[in-house]
């Protein structure tokens, strides 16, 4: 599975943002899809997955309410809308995808999001 991350950029704090991650390949080995994210000088941290058979979601406790995850089964692609952002949220964000309830098996490049105060 390839994955393509999209739709990064500088925006002010309360602004927001959607990030795209289009997947190809052998995109039916997919269970799960979801977005981590890396501040500088901070270890890789999750932010939100979904469930590619169902839709059902979950997120980390400092993005809920903020950002929503979702999915368009048709164009293989998995979304993050990020709204009320604040120059915390900055950071490089990955797509990931998984076979398994348990792991990541495939990483996108990785696009930047820049929120400034």
């Known amino acids: 599975v390839q994955l393509q991350a999209s739709g990064g950029g500088l925006v002010q704090a309360g602004g927001s943002l959607r990030l795209s991650c289009a997947a190809s390949?052998?995109?039916?080995?997919?269970?799960?899809m979801g977005w981590f994210r890396q501040a500088s000088g901070k270890e890789r941290e999750f932010v939100a997955r979904?469930?590619?058979?169902?839709?059902?979601?979950y997120y980390a406790d400092s993005v809920k309410g903020r950002f929503t995850i979702s999915r368009d089964n048709a164009k293989n692609t998995v979304y993050l809308q990020m709204n009320s952002l604040k120059p915390e949220d900055t950071a490089v964000y990955y797509c990931?995808?998984?076979?398994?309830?348990?792991?990541?098996?495939?990483w996108g490049q990785g696009t930047l999001v820049t929120v400034s105060s």
């Open positions: 390949g052998r995109t039916l080995s997919m269970y799960r």
């Open positions: 990931a995808a998984g076979s398994s309830i348990s792991r990541y098996d495939w």
């Open positions: 979904i469930r590619w058979r169902d839709g059902s979601t």
